[in-house]
């Protein structure tokens, strides 16, 4: 494939840790993690944007202009409806705590809680500090109510199967119409649950907003193993 001159992501091994984050990040799948170091794989499914850059801790990743092979979309395309997600891998595990009756107050403070259905508009989200969930996390993470959602407005929604463009505009519109005091995302640690960091740091540019925004992810036995601002 000829190549031309135009913006694409590069990575310094020697800052790179391989922890993976880039790896998610990268809808497009154009990176992966060979010997313990992310490294791009694809050039064509590289769209030079860099979103990778802004979840990289190690600040291993930088966009350069060089020659490469043109981005192609319908690789990209190809690649997503090809690739099995590595999120429905089947898994089993059995739980070690003691059954309990335990009585937890229930956090929440609003109807509805679906992306799609609650409103920019919405009294309860103005100025509010909103949780952003992944659907599958109230089913991994025990502690929703008690640790993450008091005191926070939740959305709820799905970024492997719900719209994107769909869920960054609805966004956008939140960051500026509600104008909300924080934003926190909270993902399982599956790839495609990443997606939905991406849409929120995509609608908060869009929307111009300086909101900050924490992202959690959740392990699919039920504990947090990372918090970071973006």
């Not at 043109?70 to 429905?88: K, M, P, T, W």
């Not at 929703?144 to 492997?160: D, E, R």
């Not at 399982?188 to 990443?194: F, G």
Request: hydrophobic share 40%.
């Amino acid at each position: 494939m000829p190549k031309v001159l135009r913006k694409i992501v590069e990575i310094d091994e020697s800052l790179c840790d391989g922890c993976g984050i880039c790896v998610e990040a990268c809808e497009e799948g154009a990176i992966q993690i060979i010997n313990g170091k992310a490294k791009l794989v694809s050039e064509r499914m590289c769209d030079g944007l860099g979103v990778c850059i802004g979840h990289c801790p190690k600040g291993a990743i930088k966009i350069v202009e060089r020659e490469a092979e043109a981005f192609d979309e319908e690789a990209v395309h190809h690649h997503s409806h090809q690739h099995v997600c590595a999120g429905s891998k089947l898994r089993e595990f059995s739980s070690e705590q003691p059954q309990q009756d335990v009585n937890i107050p229930s956090a929440l403070t609003h109807w509805p809680v679906q992306v799609r259905l609650v409103p920019p508009t919405a009294p309860f989200l103005k100025n509010a500090d909103i949780l952003i969930v992944a659907d599958c996390v109230p089913a991994a993470y025990p502690e929703l109510h008690t640790k993450l959602l008091t005191g926070k407005k939740i959305l709820v929604g799905c970024p492997k199967f719900d719209p994107k463009a769909e869920y960054v505009e609805r966004f956008a519109d939140i960051f500026n119409v509600a104008k909300p005091r924080s934003v926190t995302v909270v993902v399982m640690e599956v790839p495609c649950c990443r997606g939905l960091i991406n849409m929120v740091v995509k609608a908060r540019e869009i929307a111009k907003s300086s909101a900050p925004v924490e992202v959690v992810v959740v392990s699919v036995q039920g504990n947090i193993i990372r918090r970071q601002r973006v």
